[in-house]
């Protein structure tokens, strides 16, 4: 799940995998590259149901990893003073869930908790988070979500499931979206009786050929075998050695570019990324009227210009600073 904050146009982000697919962990991963742009909040765990959780990644992060416990209600505005990027350990934040923890490992299928995570991110006050994201693992049940979203007082908001009940934006085909926003033309009466946009739920349907991208077989973004094999490929995309085609670089892109664009920094004339960037805005609109090209292209400057992993490196020293 996902959601942007209005300081600096920053988003905070949550995906919870157990989709059964065992892809790279990409949900981590873009929520890493688009911390160069957005503030990124990534609620997340150790894995149950996959071979990698966004806590494992993190854990075998070289040649350092960050100190992912550190993170506390009480270090965030610390950590957000070095670095746009905080990763939200659901084991420190939920500590309750640690009962739950030995039994879910126990039970190798997704369960209710693999439903319950994606709405239970700790950054959730909808006058501090501007715009989510939330991955869910069946098609049938995302039109729910979004009503759950849209109900909690979301705004702006974008449900996603890949047809191949993915729960990510899919590399290999359709990802049916339910788009939750304010209605331009259709005003409500709030608490208060004042009038305010009415907030609807629009369906689409993404493509990797709306980003300008090819399609990819989800068995080509397996990633590694586990953890520490998908952690050197992290830190081959933050350095930016994968080949400009590969797959998995392909899906994290994909993926970093829809929170970009859902965040609504892309909404501009004039790009103000910074060094390396060329200025050169995509105006192009695809499905729910959003510049989808115009964030794939900010998703490779995160990686190109080297931002995206300043921002890790400055959790990084952050969280170890704070553990000492």
Same mark, same amino acid.
């Given at each position: 799940?996902?959601?942007? #904050?209005?300081?600096?146009?920053?988003?905070?982000?949550?995906?919870?995998?157990?989709?059964?697919? #065992?892809?790279?962990?990409?949900?981590?991963?873009?929520?890493?590259?688009?911390?160069?742009?957005?503030?990124?909040?990534?609620?997340?765990?150790?894995?149950?149901?996959?071979?990698?959780?966004?806590?494992?990644?993190?854990?075998?992060?070289?040649?350092?990893?960050?100190?992912?416990?550190?993170?506390?209600?009480?270090?965030?505005?610390?950590?957000?003073?070095?670095?746009?990027?905080?990763?939200?350990?659901?084991?420190?934040?939920?500590?309750?869930?640690?009962?739950?923890?030995?039994?879910?490992?126990?039970?190798?299928?997704?369960?209710?908790? #693999?439903?319950?995570?994606?709405?239970?991110?700790?950054?959730?006050?909808?006058?501090?988070?501007?715009?989510?994201?939330?991955?869910?693992?069946?098609?049938?049940?995302?039109?729910?979500?979004?009503?759950?979203?849209?109900?909690?007082?979301?705004?702006?908001?974008?449900?996603?499931?890949?047809?191949?009940?993915?729960?990510?934006?899919?590399?290999?085909?359709?990802?049916r979206c339910w788009y939750i926003h304010e209605s331009p033309s259709r005003t409500v009466a709030n608490e208060d009786g004042e009038e305010e946009k009415e907030v609807v739920?629009?369906?689409?349907?993404?493509?990797?050929?709306?980003?300008?991208?090819?399609?990819?077989?989800?068995?080509?973004?397996?990633?590694?075998?586990?953890?520490?094999?998908?952690?050197?490929?992290?830190?081959?995309?933050?350095?930016?050695?994968?080949?400009?085609?590969?797959?998995?670089?392909?899906?994290?892109?994909?993926?970093?570019?829809?929170?970009?664009?859902?965040?609504?920094?892309?909404?501009?004339?004039?790009?103000? #990324?910074?060094?390396?960037?060329?200025?050169?805005?995509?105006?192009?609109?695809?499905?729910?009227?959003?510049?989808?090209?115009?964030?794939?292209?900010?998703?490779?400057?995160?990686?190109?210009?080297?931002?995206?992993?300043?921002?890790?490196?400055?959790?990084?020293?952050?969280?170890?600073?704070?553990?000492?």
């Amino acid at each position: 799940m996902c959601g942007v #904050n209005a300081r600096s146009g920053c988003a905070k982000e949550d995906w919870y995998g157990g989709d059964g697919h #065992n892809t790279y962990n990409v949900s981590t991963t873009s929520s890493i590259l688009a911390s160069a742009c957005l503030m990124i909040a990534k609620h997340g765990n150790n894995s149950s149901t996959s071979l990698s959780g966004s806590a494992d990644l993190l854990q075998h992060a070289e040649p350092t990893p960050p100190v992912i416990a550190a993170t506390t209600a009480e270090t965030l505005p610390r950590i957000y003073e070095e670095t746009n990027y905080a990763f939200l350990y659901a084991r420190e934040w939920h500590p309750g869930m640690r009962f739950a923890a030995a039994t879910r490992k126990e039970v190798p299928v997704r369960t209710i908790f #693999n439903l319950l995570g994606p709405l239970a991110n700790p950054v959730h006050d909808t006058k501090l988070v501007e715009a989510r994201i939330l991955g869910v693992a069946k098609c049938s049940i995302g039109p729910h979500f979004a009503e759950a979203l849209r109900l909690s007082g979301a705004r702006k908001a974008l449900v996603i499931c890949g047809e191949e009940d993915l729960d990510e934006v899919s590399c290999a085909g359709p990802t049916r979206c339910w788009y939750i926003h304010e209605s331009p033309s259709r005003t409500v009466a709030n608490e208060d009786g004042e009038e305010e946009k009415e907030v609807v739920i629009d369906e689409f349907v993404l493509t990797p050929e709306d980003f300008g991208l090819q399609r990819h077989s989800l068995s080509s973004v397996h990633g590694g075998k586990g953890p520490a094999e998908n952690a050197e490929i992290l830190m081959q995309i933050l350095t930016n050695q994968l080949p400009s085609g590969h797959p998995v670089l392909h899906f994290v892109l994909l993926n970093t570019a829809v929170l970009l664009t859902l965040s609504g920094i892309c909404e501009v004339e004039r790009s103000t #990324n910074g060094s390396g960037d060329d200025d050169q805005v995509l105006l192009e609109r695809g499905p729910g009227g959003l510049r989808w090209k115009e964030g794939l292209r900010r998703a490779r400057w995160c990686v190109e210009s080297g931002a995206a992993l300043r921002q890790c490196e400055g959790f990084v020293d952050v969280t170890n600073e704070l553990a000492r």
